[in-house]
């Protein structure tokens, strides 16, 4: 078996000039490209050409009308990385249904806060069909017994039914063409409402104006198919401008995250993305791997999206990997999120990331003040410039009025153009919050835009204000990562107001070890962060591995952490073999 070609004799590259997505994949189906599926290790296990897709995606469709389903009905499908996914996916957009995308679980630990999300976001969409992998089937009916359901079904027993005579049609540009949920945790899961013409506005956006795509192009990607990033930038868009794409699942990223690399290298993939902490685990497997079978000299467009970007990660991951042929000008960092279907700026092709260093204390009132060269990183904040807007859309920076923020303060992003939402599936409190009449969505992000380019400096609801002062978790968490003993992911910091004192900052530090000597280390090291940021009044409580909640696309989620810390869930006084008091999650 071989992967599919990386260019088509019959049919040529197309940067997305299509009206739906449908007619993408017929319009892909005519020419040799498609999908290819690899293991951890980076066996080839199966290869679905556009074609292929094509065919089975018209039999799905008329196996759902046979269900009686109805135009517009949500289908909620269980994204595992393979073809059945990406079958019925297709095959509800040709039904003219709204197929729903959610995750698969991660750990089995989770198990009821899997089933709790999976239900809210099932009662959200009003779905009566649910599709997943046959493993998941008794985790779905869970799921789904308090609701009357028209189908619940593993990918085979759905496979076997018979489909029916009719071929119905899908949807027209103006119309919902899916539904991409969040992967908040705390809050009633939000069904974002993306149409065709938002989606093929921003598969034309990513794959013209952002990545510059091109005849050869090939795209390698671990992203899971649930998020909007995996979705849209690694099926949606190869799809719309007709060109292969090698995945492997997130679970198998995780660990051998060097299999991406080597699809990379011997498949000549030129477009592949991740979020920081990705090349980070490149980072630490390749400092004791042999790496001399790689060559990355293809690797055009190394995307980087999906969380706050760390300069530090980037220089490592150059550091040892221009050794075997990447090039630092590969790097393209982006900003986007699923209200705006995925992306809304990019990088300039071939300028590699461009960083912005602040002053810190400027950056606590809210100033864009850019440090000396010399200052040191207790002074100054290293930021990655994410690119300029994309065509068809317009970027703003705003103040606490509304109005155009003043040069040199940061303000709050909002965004307004082709590719947005909707709106939120019949949550029209939620949808106008966010989206004004006149078309302008609030990402909730805040930042400026420094000769062109757009910097995020953070999330708004995340913002700490203590004494006046600007503090920015992540800042402090990353700090407290570098500390020795602690890891990425490790720490999660807030604010709270207990018993009306004012706000204090509290910070989470996950610690692997019952030694106390290494407990006592992790925890003077975490308060030495906090104290040299000028915190007064602070608390740091080391917590079990693994407790620090996180979202289905693996970010921290510090409002539910916050939640379970106010709701006294995270500790129980337990003693250990030495007698010693140590905090453990109970939850």
């Known amino acids: 078996?071989?992967?599919?070609?990386?260019?088509?004799?019959?049919?040529?590259?197309?940067?997305?000039?299509?009206?739906?997505?449908?007619?993408?994949?017929?319009?892909?189906?005519?020419?040799?490209?498609?999908?290819?599926?690899?293991?951890?290790?980076?066996?080839?296990?199966?290869?679905?050409?556009?074609?292929?897709?094509?065919?089975e995606a018209r039999m799905t469709a008329r196996r759902f009308a046979a269900l009686g389903l109805e135009r517009g009905d949500r289908v909620m499908l269980l994204a595992e990385t393979d073809r059945h996914f990406i079958i019925n996916l297709m095959g509800a957009m040709y039904a003219g249904l709204l197929p729903a995308p959610v995750p698969i679980p991660v750990l089995f630990g989770e198990k009821d806060d899997y089933v709790d999300g999976l239900r809210r976001r099932i009662d959200n969409?009003?779905?009566?069909?649910?599709?997943?992998?046959?493993?998941?089937?008794?985790?779905?009916?869970?799921?789904?017994?308090?609701?009357?359901?028209?189908?619940?079904?593993?990918?085979?027993?759905?496979?076997?039914?018979?489909?029916?005579?009719?071929?119905?049609?899908?949807?027209?540009?103006?119309?919902?063409?899916?539904?991409?949920?969040?992967?908040?945790?705390?809050?009633?899961?939000?069904?974002v409402e993306i149409t065709h013409h938002a989606?093929?506005?921003?598969?034309?956006?990513?794959?013209?104006?952002?990545?510059k795509g091109r005849s050869g192009d090939r795209v390698v990607s671990w992203l899971p198919l649930y998020h909007?990033?995996?979705?849209?930038?690694?099926?949606?868009?190869?799809l719309g401008a007709n060109v292969s794409v090698d995945l492997m699942a997130t679970r198998d990223f995780a660990r051998r995250p060097l299999t991406w690399l080597k699809l990379i290298s011997q498949n000549r993939g030129t477009m592949a993305y991740s979020p920081s902490f990705g090349y980070e685990l490149c980072v630490r497997q390749g400092q004791r791997a042999d790496l001399s079978g790689l060559d990355l000299s293809s690797w055009r467009c190394a995307g980087i999206g999906g969380d706050m970007v760390r300069a530090r990660i980037l220089d490592e991951f150059a550091e040892i990997y221009t050794k075997v042929g990447f090039k630092r000008t590969s790097f393209v960092p982006s900003y986007g999120l699923a209200e705006a279907t995925l992306a809304l700026t990019f990088a300039p092709d071939l300028a590699g990331a461009r960083y912005h260093r602040l002053d810190r204390a400027a950056l606590d009132r809210g100033d864009v003040v850019f440090a000396d060269a010399d200052a040191s990183d207790l002074r100054a904040r290293t930021f990655v410039g994410c690119g300029s807007v994309i065509g068809e859309h317009v970027i703003e920076v705003r103040?606490?009025?509304?109005?155009?923020?003043?040069?040199?303060?940061?303000?709050?992003?909002?965004?307004?153009?082709?590719?947005?939402?909707?709106?939120?599936?019949?949550?029209?409190?939620?949808?106008?919050?966010?989206?004004?009449?006149?078309?302008?969505?609030?990402?909730?992000?805040?930042g400026f835009i420094e000769d062109g380019d757009l910097v995020i400096t953070g999330r708004a609801k995340d913002l700490i204000i203590v004494?006046?002062?600007?503090?920015?978790?992540?800042?402090?968490?990353?700090?407290?990562?570098?500390e020795p003993g602690v890891r990425r992911g490790d720490a999660c910091v807030f604010s709270v107001d207990l018993n009306g004192r004012g706000e204090s900052v509290v910070a989470l530090v996950q610690c692997r070890s019952a030694d106390p000597a290494?407990?006592?280390?992790?925890?003077?090291?975490?308060?030495?962060?906090?104290?040299?940021?000028?915190?007064?009044?602070?608390?740091?409580?080391?917590?079990?591995?693994?407790?620090?909640?996180?979202?289905?696309?693996g970010k921290?989620?510090?409002?539910?952490?916050?939640?379970?810390?106010?709701?006294?869930?995270?500790?129980?006084?337990?003693?250990?073999?030495?007698?010693?008091?140590?905090?453990s999650v109970v939850g």
């Not at 969409?125 to 189908?151: K, N, Q, W, Y």
């Not at 989606?199 to 990545?211: A, E, K, Q, Y």
């Open 199 to 211: 989606l093929m506005s921003n598969v034309r956006g990513i794959i013209g104006d952002g990545l």
């Open 1 to 55: 078996m071989q992967p599919t070609p990386t260019i088509s004799a019959r049919a040529g590259f197309n940067p997305g000039l299509h009206d739906t997505i449908c007619d993408a994949l017929d319009y892909a189906a005519t020419g040799e490209c498609g999908m290819n599926f690899y293991s951890a290790r980076g066996d080839l296990v199966d290869r679905m050409p556009y074609a292929e897709l094509r065919d």
């Open 228 to 238: 909007d990033m995996g979705l849209v930038g690694f099926f949606f868009v190869p």
């Open 467 to 482: 004494n006046g002062r600007n503090i920015w978790p992540q800042d402090i968490e990353w700090q407290i990562e570098a």
């Open 556 to 583: 921290l989620s510090r409002a539910k952490a916050k939640l379970l810390f106010l709701d006294g869930a995270f500790f129980a006084a337990a003693n250990d073999a030495n007698g010693q008091e140590r905090a």
């Open 125 to 191: 969409a009003d779905s009566g069909v649910m599709i997943g992998p046959d493993g998941l089937l008794d985790l779905m009916r869970e799921a789904c017994e308090h609701r009357t359901m028209r189908l619940i079904a593993g990918v085979r027993e759905f496979e076997s039914l018979a489909a029916g005579d009719s071929m119905p049609g899908p949807n027209a540009a103006r119309e919902v063409a899916y539904l991409q949920y969040s992967s908040g945790s705390t809050r009633s899961p939000a069904g």
């Open 399 to 446: 103040d606490e009025l509304g109005a155009p923020a003043a040069p040199g303060k940061i303000g709050r992003i909002f965004a307004r153009g082709a590719s947005l939402m909707r709106g939120y599936f019949r949550n029209p409190e939620a949808t106008h919050r966010a989206l004004s009449v006149d078309g302008w969505l609030d990402t909730g992000d805040l």
């Open 518 to 553: 290494i407990r006592q280390s992790v925890q003077a090291g975490a308060e030495s962060v906090l104290r040299k940021a000028g915190l007064g009044d602070f608390d740091v409580h080391l917590v079990a591995a693994g407790a620090l909640p996180q979202t289905s696309s």
